[in-house]
């Protein structure tokens, strides 16, 4: 039997059925108490309603930019672009509503045990995992059987990529409103403690981690996913014109080695159990490697049996193993146990100034593994691929495929990944239910699980990101060349090129400013609010029966300010990516793309190692170090975290998506631009 | 008569001349009561304790550099390059010596009005000034006199360089040490005022002042000033053995602009004066404005008078005028009554955290300004170089003239940036000598006016610095080419290119981040030693007659701290350059050093203006609004200044440097590297 590209949508469906598989296992259990279900309604609705919102304001962009698609490049891309939107929320509203279903399952089973609560969290989150990588492929192996045509794929990817952006901002920009509102003025000023129901910004909170973290996540991924497999068969047509292959173009390659992925990921989420008094975090650790193990094996298996180049084989898996390597050393940066954490809490002693300076530091030293890790990879799969398939464009194809195996195991990454905000929003629900204080450990168990899979999961995430968008950028330079019929190269001495450059490093830092500033600004009038409730509520802060805050007008504010901040930034992004390629040509595209990438890794790196670092240096001081809660240490430590949680959850991950979106526009225009350009 | 280089050596010793006439002239100012003298005296004594050890230090150092050179490069490099450090040493400690006495003067004269008060300051920072650009232009001209080799020239500017990296990081951390100490206890736990004679920190703070600011800033523009003439010596060289010229070699001009800089510069210091109500700031922004037209005039006349070519003059008034905007765009970042302070200020109401995020913010957008400032500097000296010489080679030769003429003025810019250092230490003898609020009003008036024109200046030494190593990475390319005789092009798509560049990137990280986790580490140290002195000395907080702290041991603490943690940044960054060279040979080497001027400018510029940017809005609530000094508002504010101060003090400007060593590090050590490197 011969295996073809099919088997990516053969196993994408797949992958689909068991999604829905364990989105029945996870409706099936009990949501607990009527208190329980009312938190959780609450939760629903204010999660729902943000949706319903952004996917509105999102339409109107989606139909905005589908018309200028068709009006200026191809009625098809147009289309292939509306459904890669519409694929992307699809696999982010999922994911969101199993989330917000398995938080109150979860938070109820606890009460009967760890080993109980667990699987309701984790498959909550697989079925996040396998919806991503399910609906991405099968969507883009619709579009590819379609139209036979890897550039119209490029379309799909790029309204995915697009999609996520929105995702991203606007949730993120939702979340951290809520969070660092709620945080301040509850933790800090009121005294009371996190997840408090008497705390009106609570519920807001607790939103925010799902819209934020849950479907902003899965959207991300989603899109660096398909940008990877649709950058390799771009690289890959263009390689099987000059080099000799078997039984499969090299277009149709990263197909297949992601339907292989498909099937560890099914295989890894079927495998991650834990017992009674078991070690969550590390039963998704030792999940993530035998699916990286498994994932190596398939493909070597497959690779021998259909005479695949053994080059192509060789940077898949230098791929993967930067990728683990990457989540590793990150993980090194930002664990509770590790010296960069413990000697930033301990900072914390002569006040939040210096917090701040040692964690931003760690953070700046943390980027050092993270690029070597990127540069070996790309180095070493370019070196493997060139070496064996030895054909011009084959050093580039070798950097995709180690970008594709990174993420060929996204659904299992996902999985572990969506985990995380489920056990949080569990935990959430656990105290404001009022639970017993062993069951409170327990769940907060599961989310220190949820930290310790995040660190490794992100590590690939950026690492992913960063190899997908050098291949971007050489599919970007394949287009050109083949619209010109030149050989192009970026040449750093070229003006054009260096300019190009140094506008493109401003970009990533300036997308950052914006939406930093956007939740500096929501966050204070989400702050007042909240501080007015206290004010104008009699009985609220001490919890007096029956008295309740307002948490809908929380809600409102989260979303409405979400909302309105998310657009400038995108437009930006995008519109400058324009205004550079017709003003100044390819040469100074692509100058520009090598420095937002360049920038975009710096920042992506920095905040969410930052954040995650000062994150974890106030739980250390939380879990009774240096004075533990309460303590002016503590109080220091807290300012680091708050500074933190917007760089980790707003603009670090965004800047991922941000980076593929530019590259993927300046592919998708660059026969325009080639035609049109000023300069 | 013609005009040739010796213009240069010429108006360079006019240069120290007038630098040695205006130190006695401010040598004859009184210096006040006794008491002041006492201060005085002992800001003195720590600074030159601090000065005696750090060149102990370094001149082990210099020696073996030296020792290396001379083995493995030239023995005459060697020469050059120990020259190049003992007159970088020497500008930054006569202009320190001089600063020390200004100080006190200035404060003395103030009791008897502004206009009496400023030009002792000014002409302090004047002598500096005027000693960095003669010794600079001197010892060059000296060194190519002998030798005439352009690439000797290079071994005179690393050796400046690398002392003004040791300056920048020792000063910076020893500065930073001394201020987060002595304002955390004092200011935030002691509540007592700034420049409080109780406060143990006191007179290490102020010899901070002039340790990093004063020596540690001269040092900086020397080593770009040199850096900036020397490249484009050896692209002129270049140049003119393709195109054709008039009187003059292309090798020549810039030490003739260079010249030609001095010129105005002197009469741009002999300019600057101020009435008895006038305005400090706007008297030194007029003077630098000043001094920039006649640069354009008075080297319009002589490229007319000898058929220069136009290009170049065209080239060189880019970059002043480019200078000058980012300068201006700069200063409205961190002016503190432009919106960025003030926003950020009204934040410090929410706390700290929203404080640094603001700021933070800010400080990211900050750099699209300045990084569009240096692009199209770059691209439109690049292209009237190229139009009007026409040869190979003549853009980047335009680069590098645009260069030239940022820093032509340098004298000027040096002089308005020592003025601050000076200014701030006249106001923290006044107030610990005790002055009534009136002359404590005019001693703030001259510290306000410091800040003014630093924000112009210091957005002329980054955008020269950025267009300085853009020509070293091309001399760095020409020197390449001429010892391999092949065309070498940096092409971003090239793998050894690509990973040079991905870990390129992430050395000024690294960099800056050592450099704070110093700070973070000493200010920890001392700390301590401020608390214990006030725990354990009686009647020192109260301020009992008779009782004072025990200065020295603070000012122990700092100087140890810094020397200490001096050596491993510097040793790392040529360290790694070097590895990378020889590992990965000139592609490598060229991605790398490409990478770190992109990580090094963003870097560079988002901690200088956050920095500034910090410290105003502390300054705007300080000055009454939103509740005023002791707020719980100025406390959230103090928190950012404090975070600001390593920024804009230590890591910040040191950056430039880095990259300026780096950079010089490559060009020295190309031709060994094209024979040895392993790939």
């Known amino acids: 039997m011969m295996i073809d590209w099919t088997i990516a949508p053969i196993t994408a469906i797949a992958s689909i059925l068991v999604a829905i598989y364990l989105y029945f296992y996870v409706n099936r259990q009990s949501s607990g108490t009527a208190k329980m279900q009312e938190i959780a309604d609450a939760i629903q609705e204010g999660a729902k309603a943000f949706l319903k919102v952004e996917f509105k304001y999102l339409a109107v962009f989606v139909v905005v930019v589908a018309a200028v698609l068709a009006i200026f490049l191809d009625p098809i891309m147009a289309v292939a672009y509306v459904f890669g939107s519409v694929c992307s929320a699809l696999a982010g509203f999922l994911g969101m509503t199993v989330a917000l279903k398995a938080n109150v399952k979860s938070a109820h089973a606890a009460k009967q045990g760890l080993n109980k609560a667990f699987p309701i969290a984790f498959r909550g989150g697989a079925v996040m995992g396998l919806a991503v990588v399910g609906l991405a492929l099968l969507g883009l192996s619709v579009v590819y059987a379609l139209t036979n045509d890897p550039n119209m794929v490029l379309g799909f990817s790029f309204g995915a990529s697009a999609m996520a952006l929105f995702a991203k901002i606007g949730g993120g920009i939702y979340t951290k409103t809520a969070d660092v509102g709620a945080d301040l003025v509850g933790k800090v000023e009121m005294d009371i403690p996190e997840d408090d129901p008497r705390n009106p910004g609570v519920i807001a909170d607790n939103v925010g981690d799902n819209v934020g973290d849950v479907a902003g996540m899965g959207a991300d ?18 390689l099987s014109k000059l080099a000799p292959y078997a039984s499969i173009s090299y277009g149709d390659v990263p197909l297949v080695f992601a339907g292989l992925g498909i099937v560890v990921s099914i295989l890894g989420v079927a495998i991650v159990r834990v017992g009674k008094n078991g070690n969550p975090g590390s039963a998704l650790n030792m999940g993530t490697y035998l699916t990286c193990i498994m994932f190596a094996a398939l493909t070597y298996a497959v690779t021998y049996y259909m005479e695949i180049n053994i080059g192509v084989w060789a940077s898949a898996v230098i791929g993967l193993v930067g990728g683990v390597v990457i989540g590793i050393t990150t993980d090194y940066f930002t664990s509770i146990d590790k010296a960069p954490v413990i000697k930033t809490a301990e900072a914390s002693q002569t006040g939040a100034a210096v917090n701040i300076i040692t964690g931003f530091s760690y953070g700046l030293l943390s980027m050092f593994p993270a690029l070597l890790g990127i540069a070996f990879a790309s180095i070493g799969s370019y070196t493997v691929a060139e070496h064996f398939i030895g054909a011009e464009g084959a050093g580039v194809y070798g950097i995709g495929m180690a970008a594709v195996g990174m993420l060929s195991i996204v659904g299992m990454i996902v999985a572990g990944d969506a985990f995380g905000p489920i056990a949080d929003n569990a935990g959430g629900i656990a105290e404001q239910a009022g639970f017993e204080e062993e069951v409170l450990d327990i769940t ?4 220190a699980a949820g930290n310790t899979s995040k660190a490794i999961t992100k590590g690939f995430a950026i690492g992913a990101a960063g190899l997908t968008v050098i291949a971007l950028l050489a599919t970007f330079k394949e287009i050109a060349q083949a619209e010109t019929g030149q050989i192009i190269s970026f040449n750093l001495m070229d003006p054009l090129v260096l300019t190009g450059a140094l506008i493109g490093i401003a970009i990533p830092a300036v997308f950052s400013a914006m939406v930093m500033l956007s939740v500096g600004k929501n966050a204070f009038i989400m702050i007042e609010e909240i501080r007015r409730q206290f004010r104008e509520i009699p009985g609220l802060k001490e919890g007096k029966e029956g008295v ?12 409405k300010g979400a909302l309105k901040e998310l657009i400038p930034p995108s ?7 324009l205004a550079v390629g017709f003003i100044g040509g390819i040469q100074a595209l692509g100058g520009y793309l090598a420095g937002s990438i360049f920038s975009g890794l710096i920042f992506a790196l920095l905040m969410s190692n930052a954040g995650g670092l000062w994150d974890n240096a106030k739980k250390y001081i939380e879990a009774g170090a240096l004075g533990g809660k309460g303590s002016e240490t503590h109080k220091a430590a807290v300012v680091g975290d708050t500074v933190g949680d917007p760089f980790k959850d707003t603009a670090g991950p ?4 941000l980076i593929t979106v530019m590259s993927l526009v300046a592919s998708v225009f660059a026969p325009t631009i080639v035609m049109y350009a000023l300069l």
Not at 223 to 229: G, I, K, P, Q, W
Not at 654 to 657: D, H, K, R, V
Request: glycine content about 4%.
């Open 571 to 577: 437009v930006l992004s995008i519109g400058i990516t």
């Open 444 to 447: 907060a168990k599961l989310d």
């Open 654 to 657: 965004s800047l991922n998506t």
């Open 548 to 559: 309740k805050p307002d948490y809908a007008s929380c809600v409102d504010i989260a979303t």
């Open 221 to 238: 991924l989603f899109d660096s996913y398909v940008a990877s497999v649709v950058a390799v068969m771009i690289l890959g047509v263009a």
